[in-house]
């Protein structure tokens, strides 16, 4: 293995490690669970796009997964990064946690106007979401809700240079909004 795979499965580790030590993470995992990815600088396909095998899941208000970071090992985060590389190749990094909030500056992806032909094609929607928010903002934004819709569960996507980033704007994200409500 070359050393830029070696580098991103170790920093996907670590970021995936920050996440699952985040005494609140069990707090995030919606019912699909959750996933972290990084790509490869320039990736084309799911296979150069590295994330966790089976996600991070919960047990006995504990995050945790089960298998160590690999290539291809994500399908849906793999798709929705991919698709956010073709207009900023910068943003290498995601996870997705359930929706808990809408965050101030989220672009927020109404799933009930999916067209039918989207709908119907698997595999197409992460590319639609950042279509349509690229074709709003002319950005990708780093905040993404999907509202959901039957079948489909709501969430919230954050995006950055690196899974740690990611992972730390989620949890930035999630501090700011228990303290809120908190008040």
Known sequence: MD??????????????????NYVHAADLIPEIRTNIVYALPEAKSVD???GIPGRVTKAFGRAFYCMEPAFGASDHMARLILAAMRYDGELRGAINVRLFTI??????????????ESRRKEGGTMQLIIDAAYG?????????????DLGKEPGI????????????????IYEGWRRQSLE
Do not use: M, W
């Not at 070696?6 to 490690?17: F, G, P, R, T």
């Not at 950005?139 to 509202?147: A, G, L, S, Y």
């Not at 996507?157 to 930035?172: C, H, N």
């Open 48 to 50: 150069e796009v590295a």
């Open 136 to 148: 709003e903002l002319g950005r990708v934004p780093e905040v993404i809700v999907d509202t959901g």
């Open 3 to 20: 050393d830029v795979r070696v580098k991103v499965l170790k920093q996907l580790k670590e970021a995936a490690d920050y996440f699952v």
């Open 157 to 172: 996507y954050v995006l950055g240079r690196t899974p740690l980033e990611a992972v730390r704007k989620v949890i930035d």
């Open 103 to 116: 965050p101030e500056g989220a672009y927020v992806f109404d799933r009930r106007k999916e067209p039918e």
